[in-house]
């Protein structure tokens, strides 16, 4: 397992100055959506368990009032952060298109990219949150579904996840041993379960094949994963966190080991991740290249400068394996994926030469900052980290990777297939 893991192993480094000539000229930000309820419901959960689960403000995967609030508070830094470096204004309303949004059609994303460009510039109401307009139809940048050139095919995929880890969950339940233990005993305690059976008792992992060609995982592991999640939730929401009954927060963080390997085996296994992620990195390239390309946008002068597109872990876990990069948040698991958190492609430019730089960079309100509500400000930023891309390490300058082989690593990460959006 830890073989399995390795490809994904953290790189990333202290965020480093704009050098000397150096001008920046676009950001592309991919964010995941706020804290939300959890997307099962209280009644399926308490199923699970000994106690009854805390309720929730808001319908299951709604974004919550209090992840509004922590946007809001990550958009207003962002205005710090991009102001600062001349990307943006930083004292009035930006001009027309240069800050454009797109998000998925769910609740939680679309109110999440709405919190976000209302932190930013609270007394600009001209800022629109695009998305696509059937809402019962999935947006192919975020969920894209199969085709004749990209089937997706479910038995493949699960082939291909099963052969990471050895044809069988049995590597896997020894290696993660501790973990599931530990959420059995979280889950249902012995002295309050009254010979209910509940928790991961009796439950064999395995895996089962969405329409869309996505795996999920099921059973023990899987049940384990999503309350290790919902835990994590609980703590950014201000909720009890798992009853009280973890040793704080490395309890939390050693449970959410669970998660996180759910998140490595079907959202970064290769297959799954070109198929899923192809058409995100596509546009994310087309729109380092040129301004006028993002979705919703319209042809105008001015070229977009800040571009969010707001969907879901993963999305961003997608993009983490299709170019092997990694990140690590003080307070996190490596690579986690936490409510808000935002993967960025920052563009250079070296007025010099006219030579153009990609940079990589991971940003992520601390679990702290989100219990606090911490108001962030240059001198209280938010977790923030440089991501490098090994693939470039032979070409990089002043930790960033010249644009013409950015785009010749990701159009190698593409399968051009799966590609359906046309930038």
């Known amino acids: 397992m830890a073989a399995v893991l390795a490809a994904v192993s953290p790189a990333s480094a202290q965020i480093l100055p704009i050098p000397p000539g150096w001008q ?101 109401p001209t800022l629109n949150v695009r998305n696509q307009d059937d809402p019962a139809v999935p947006d192919p940048l975020f969920h894209p579904q199969p085709t004749a050139s990209c089937p997706m095919d479910g038995a493949a995929n699960r082939a291909a996840v099963l052969a990471r880890i050895g044809g069988n969950f049995a590597s896997l339940q020894r290696e993660y ?38 795996i999920r995982l099921t059973g023990s592991v899987g049940f384990a994963s999503s309350a290790a999640e919902t835990f994590a939730m609980e703590d950014a929401e201000g909720l009890p966190v798992a009853w009280g009954r973890l040793a704080g927060e490395a309890g939390l963080r050693d449970l959410l080991k669970i998660h996180g390997l759910e998140v490595d085996l079907v959202d970064k296994t290769l297959p799954l991740a070109r198929q899923h992620g192809s058409n995100l990195l596509s546009q994310i390239v087309a729109t380092l290249q040129d301004g006028h390309d993002f979705p919703g946008q319209p042809r105008i002068a001015e070229p977009v400068r800040f571009a969010l597109l707001v969907g879901h872990s993963t999305n961003l876990a997608n993009l983490s394996r299709l170019l092997n990069i990694g990140w690590q948040i003080a307070g996190f698991q490596p690579n986690e994926l936490s409510p808000g958190g935002a993967l960025a492609f920052e563009l250079y430019r070296e007025e010099r030469t006219g030579q ?22 240059a001198t209280e930023p938010p977790g923030m980290v440089a991501v490098a891309l090994r693939a470039c390490a032979a070409h990089e300058r002043e930790g960033a990777c010249p644009v013409e082989r950015f785009v010749e690593l990701a159009r190698q990460a593409i399968d051009p297939a799966c590609v359906t959006v046309k930038p």
Request: charge should be positive; proline fraction near 9%.
């Open 356 to 377: 153009r730089y990609v940079r990589l960079a991971y940003y992520a309100q601390t679990m702290a900052q989100m219990r606090g509500r911490t108001v962030l400000e």
């Open 24 to 124: 920046m000229e676009r950001a592309v930000l991919v964010s995941r959506h706020g804290v939300r309820a959890p997307l099962l419901s209280n009644a399926e959960l308490d199923s699970r368990s000994a106690s009854p689960w805390p309720a929730w403000p808001v319908p299951p995967g709604f974004l919550t009032p209090r992840g509004e609030e922590l946007l809001r508070l990550m958009g207003r830094y962002y205005r710090v952060l991009y102001g600062g470096r001349g990307l943006v204004q930083s004292d009035d309303c930006p001009p027309r298109g240069t800050v454009s949004a797109w998000a998925d059609v769910d609740q939680r994303t679309r109110a999440s990219a709405m919190a976000l460009l209302s932190g930013m510039y609270p007394r600009c």
């Open 177 to 214: 041993g501790p973990q599931l233990a530990l959420m059995q005993r979280t889950l249902c305690p012995p002295s309050l379960a009254g010979g209910k059976a509940c928790g991961l008792a009796g439950e064999q992992p395995g895996l089962e094949s969405r329409p869309d060609g996505r």
